[in-house]
């Protein structure tokens, strides 16, 4: 099914399941630990042996040899593969860094050998008997260094000349020059870690040349094709199954060095093998977000109207990598005539920097919104006013291109409302209770709204059941549960009589699970399967399609009416289709909104930060389920207090690795850093994006965060930090 025009009254209109606040299908085989996570599928595959990754122990250079002998005879090993056995893998479509063979090496803890034992520990005790040594080069690890050496690249990441590459609206410098009030600062946010519970994982098997692998993946179809590129297979001899992940935030988007570990283990061994990346190769073989260094500038008149805004960003990245995307919502978020948006990307030899947790958006945002609060300041202006004075209904560099829908004042107005912000002291540390400084802060929330084909396949069964089967992922977002209430609200029937079977690439190709464009994706394109789905019952009842309703557990056309399940009692229905959408995302622009506010409270002595209060007031389409949706948004908010509070990957500039790779070094909020949290969501649907009408929300929850926090200190203590995260220290 073609989307091309915008969605008119549809069977999901009904609303008897969708919209409906629904708990999870799945909850209660994760609450009784049932839910087969990647590791734990002791039974897909028997006589399984572990696998140990080992990774280099330099951040840029040659392996120059390997000594294995000692491992080899250590108690239980079955075999061990060494980078130096093979030639550099070709590398997936969607990977910046070689996962495996050769001498080179590119980053830290790259993977240089696989160990199979009989258990765990013996895979790991012989991975630490193998003796490597390396040719040490030298590597670039610190991105202010290597500034002098960006390149820069335009939207889609590529480099080209600055006139090219570089978005130009008006004439940037001579209206920021002539403008009445200006500010022009930098921010920094660091490098940061996904820091998914659930380590990546894969259990390997070969059955002559095909391999199935066991895993944790958000994009299965990419999966799929990369591991076959890198393996050298044809991707039909290539299958992937992933029903459970214990998280992602990007960093399970991309083919990583547990899934080919496995199979070359498995291959060697003669056996299946299992095998976990160790916590601190999450952090150092996986990929991570790359810190960027952001200039921002913005001019207005006295009236608070913004003449000028500029938002230059630089990253790192190995070479052939991307750049974290901090611009993107400079170019939308706010109107203004003359605009410059400038990336510029510096080769770094540390791991590979990739999305992780709205990438572009959440670090953009996390300058963007405190360089508004400073501007709103500087014009004596209070900043929810100033950013609703500044709001456009149509992409600033474009003015043909109108937003699908844009609700943000109502967002910034209901939460200025439901806050209490008219209660706000415009004076930054005047709020004092005992040893506590107290404060308010907001800022606007912005995430594009991506549109990605999806496909499905729904089969109405001899019993009744409908059956949902495609490779769309669960990263614990509660894809599950929407895709049932998608096909049960298509279908008729309750949810009781539907079973969603995910993440497995004998279904058709989904959207996958990412960017936040997961969820509307997903669903429309199951939407389009039960189009298909119901003109099969309705042709074989002998009812015109175009009649019949579905509800109830019963189809109608005209006065005729039958039990869904008489349709197909002689045989089963099944149909199959995919959603792919045309042009209206280059029509119109589609982007998701929201206001945050956050109440803080700063320790006078030491500097302590204590996030008191929560708000997040969000327009993003329709909310297909209230209850999942919301926990997206209070574990995206909760991420936001992580980058603006604590999270950093600290960089040993002088080996070029992550110090604090583990879970004690890497600090995330935990219950007692968060406290009340609420989540409205406006009343909206977007007849652009989907027949669902609804949109990504997850990640709009974060982006935004972050800033509001910063702001809310500043207001607490008058101490305007733009180095993030903002420990105590920066506030002394
Ligand atoms: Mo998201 S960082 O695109 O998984």
Redesign the pocket.
């Known amino acids: 099914m073609k989307f091309d025009t915008p969605a008119t009254s549809n069977p999901i209109d009904q609303l008897k399941v969708v919209g409906r606040p629904t708990t999870r299908i799945e909850g209660p085989l994760k609450t009784t630990g049932r839910a087969p996570y990647a590791y734990e599928r002791h039974d897909v595959a028997p006589n399984q042996a572990y696998g140990h990754v080992l990774g280099a122990g330099i951040g840029k250079g040659r392996v120059v040899s390997m000594e294995t002998d000692a491992a080899r005879a250590a108690p239980g090993v079955i075999a061990i593969v060494t980078t130096l056995d093979m030639a550099q893998l070709p590398k997936g479509k969607m990977n910046t860094a070689f996962l495996f063979g050769g001498a080179e090496i590119q980053h830290y803890h790259q993977a240089i050998a696989v160990v199979v034992a009989e258990s765990f520990e013996q895979a790991r005790d012989a991975a630490g008997l193998i003796r490597v040594e390396y040719a040490r080069g030298e590597g670039r690890f610190d991105l202010t260094a290597a500034r002098p050496q960006a390149k820069p690249v335009d939207a889609d990441g590529k480099q080209a000349s600055a006139e090219e590459a570089d978005e130009r609206v008006g004439d940037f410098e001579g209206a920021f020059a002539r403008a009445e009030v200006t500010l022009d600062e930098s921010y920094t946010t660091p490098d940061e870690s996904h820091a998914m519970m659930e380590p990546h994982a894969t259990i390997a098997a070969w059955d002559g040349g095909k391999l199935t692998i066991w895993t944790s993946t958000?994009m299965v179809a990419w999966w799929r094709r990369d591991l076959a590129i890198t393996l050298g297979l044809k991707p039909e001899d290539v299958r992937v199954d992933s029903p459970y992940i214990g998280g992602?935030?990007?960093g399970k988007?991309f083919l990583r060095a547990d899934a080919v570990m496995a199979a070359l283990g498995a291959r060697a061994a003669g056996r299946p093998v299992k095998l976990a990346l160790a916590r601190p190769q999450v952090a150092n073989n996986t990929t991570h977000r790359p810190a960027t260094i952001q200039r921002i500038r913005i001019g207005a008149g006295r009236d608070g109207r913004i003449t000028a805004i500029a938002h230059e960003s630089l990253s790192g990245d190995l070479p052939d990598g991307q750049p974290e995307t901090a611009v993107s919502q400079t170019k939308l978020l706010y109107a203004g005539a003359n605009r410059l948006i400038a990336m510029r990307l510096a080769e770094l030899d540390l791991p590979e920097g990739n999305?992780?947790?709205?990438?572009g958006e959440a670090p953009g945002m996390m300058a963007l919104e405190v360089a508004m609060d400073e501007m709103a300041e500087r014009l004596g202006l209070d900043p929810v006013e100033f950013r609703i004075l500044n709001d456009t209904q149509v992409d600033p560099s474009d003015p043909s291109r109108p937003f699908s829908q844009r609700q943000l004042i109502r967002c910034l107005r209901e939460g200025a409302e439901r806050f209490g912000w008219a209660q706000r002291n415009a004076s930054p540390g005047r709020q004092r209770n005992g040893r506590w400084l107290t404060g308010l802060g907001m800022a606007a929330g912005f995430r594009n709204n991506l549109v990605v084909k999806s496909g499905a396949r729904v089969r109405l069964g001899t019993d009744g059941m409908v059956t949902v089967e495609t490779d769309m992922t669960d990263i614990g977002t509660g894809s599950y549960t929407i895709i049932a209430q998608t096909a049960a609200e298509m279908m008729g029937v309750g949810l009781d009589r539907v079973r969603v079977r995910l993440g497995d690439s004998d279904f058709p190709v989904s959207a996958g699970?990412?960017?936040?464009f997961g969820g509307n994706s997903s669903t429309a394109g199951v939407y389009a399967a039960c189009v298909k789905l119901r003109e099969a019952v309705a042709q074989r009842l002998g009812f015109n399609a175009a009649d019949a309703s579905f509800s109830d557990g019963e189809v109608r056309a005209g006065n005729r009416r039958v039990k869904l399940e008489e349709a197909a009692a002689a045989q089963e229905l099944v149909a199959e289709d995919r959603i792919e959408f045309g042009d209206l995302s280059k029509r119109f622009q589609q982007s998701t909104f929201a206001g945050h506010f956050v109440e803080v409270a700063v320790d006078a002595f030491t500097g302590e930060v204590r996030v008191r209060r929560m708000l997040a007031v969000c327009a993003a389409g329709r909310i297909l389920n209230p209850i999942s949706a919301r926990s997206q948004v209070i574990g995206a908010m909760t991420m936001g207090v992580g980058a603006a509070l604590m999270e950093e990957l600290a960089v040993d500039k002088r080996h070029g690795f992550f110090v604090n790779h583990d879970l004690a070094g890497y600090e995330v909020p935990v219950h007692a850093d968060i406290p009340q949290q609420e989540v409205v969501f406006l009343d909206e649907t977007d007849p652009v994006s989907s027949p669902m009408k609804a949109k990504g929300v997850g990640?709009l929850g974060l982006c935004g965060v972050g800033a509001a926090v910063a702001n809310a200190i500043y207001n607490a203590t008058g101490v305007r930090v733009r180095d993030y995260p903002v420990t105590l220290d920066k506030l002394l």
């Open positions: 958000q992602g935030f990007g988007l999305s992780m947790r709205a990438p699970s990412g960017g936040q990640e």
